[in-house]
């Protein structure tokens, strides 16, 4: 009955509203690829994969490629077995992790059918809510102001800034951020843009300038991990890895080895099997974590809402990228302003 007979890959492309800056890299669309599986009693699953080249390598010709394979992988199992089905796609966590993630999503929302319980549920239903930032690209530091309180006046108390291209002109906006968006948190990200020294100079100054960050997201290049260690100690501000950690094997390293103090997890760099290894990992050893995303439709956001309500597991919620294209909105979750409701 629940066995899977068919699995379809279909090529969407969004625009993003306004091109997406950050250090550099510049995004004017998404080219995703939607992961639909078919069951033998009809029920249908749907997943997204939000590829990057600049993360992950992977290209969306490639991955295009692959769905006789995964159909080939994985036809016959119920998805009532996930865990089955989770062991197989593990095999693309180094050549298509997002592909991986959007087959897993799609047999938990399979099965979240069958049995008439939201995939944030069977995932342990910890939180039926949850709020998520927005996302100020890199820009003058005029345009990055403005938009900061227009983005806070609307309800988003944590906002996430796009910094790592001038560490003088990074201190100058956030400080004048800082004083546009009194009582608002900072999630700032370098996207590897800064050296060890920058990043340390960057930290130590915003500190001294009162500016409320809360996380430091990869500073420098996600292979320095000698750096990553140096800038954990010497910055005032918890250091989070994106870029770093993709597999539950890279989270082990940089744990092991200090490097961080915080993860940002996202499905599409560690799929659901990798990133449930991760929550672990993070509760055992007192790591932080947040959930972030890649240029999700809401199609791909709604599979980040319900695994981070179902573990409840995350600090804060970076999921706003369908909120950045144009779409018509098909999550399986209400938005009010910065709150994000999983649904059936
Ligand atoms: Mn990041």
Redesign the pocket.
């Known amino acids: 009955m629940h066995e899977i007979v068919n699995v379809t890959f279909e090529l969407k492309t969004y625009e993003y509203v306004e091109p997406f800056r950050i250090a550099n890299n510049v995004e004017d669309k998404a080219h995703n690829v939607e992961v639909k599986v078919y069951l033998k009693d009809g029920t249908v699953g749907i997943g997204e994969a939000s590829p990057s080249y600049r993360v992950n390598g992977e290209r969306v010709s490639a991955l295009l490629a692959l769905e006789d394979d995964v159909k080939e992988m994985i036809s016959g199992e119920d998805v009532k077995n996930y865990r089955r089905i989770f062991n197989i796609m593990d095999g693309l966590s180094r050549t298509a992790p997002s592909v991986k993630a959007a087959v897993q999503y799609a047999t938990l929302d399979a099965l979240s059918a069958v049995w008439d319980t939201p995939v944030y549920q069977i995932l342990g239903g910890h939180k039926d809510r949850i709020h998520t930032d927005k996302t100020i690209g890199i820009d003058t530091l005029k345009v990055m102001v403005e938009k900061a309180r227009k983005t806070f006046e609307e309800g988003f108390k944590t906002l996430k800034i796009k910094i790592g291209e001038n560490l003088k002109e990074d201190i100058e906006k956030m400080v004048a951020i800082s004083e546009a968006t009194p009582g608002a948190s900072y999630i700032v990200?370098a996207?590897q843009g800064y050296t060890t020294k920058t990043a340390v100079q960057f930290a130590q100054e915003a500190y001294k300038q009162n500016v409320n960050v809360v996380v430091f997201?990869?500073p420098i290049m996600w292979n320095d991990h000698d750096g990553l260690k140096i800038l954990r100690y010497a910055s005032p501000f918890p250091i989070a890895a994106?870029?770093s950690a993709k597999t539950r094997h890279d989270v082990y390293d940089l744990i092991r080895n200090e490097c961080v103090d915080f993860v940002?997890i996202k499905l599409m760099k560690s799929g659901l099997s990798d990133a449930l290894s991760i929550v672990e990992l993070a509760k055992t050893t007192n790591i932080g974590l947040m959930i972030?995303c890649m240029g999700e439709s809401s199609v791909g956001i709604n599979q980040s809402v319900h695994f981070a309500a179902g573990t409840g597991a995350f600090s804060y919620h970076d999921l706003d990228s369908h909120m950045m294209l144009k779409e018509n909105f098909r999550g399986k979750f209400k938005q009010e302003r910065d709150s994000l409701i999983p649904t059936l």
Do not use: A, H, S, V
């Open positions: 990200d996207n997201e990869q994106d870029e940002n972030g």
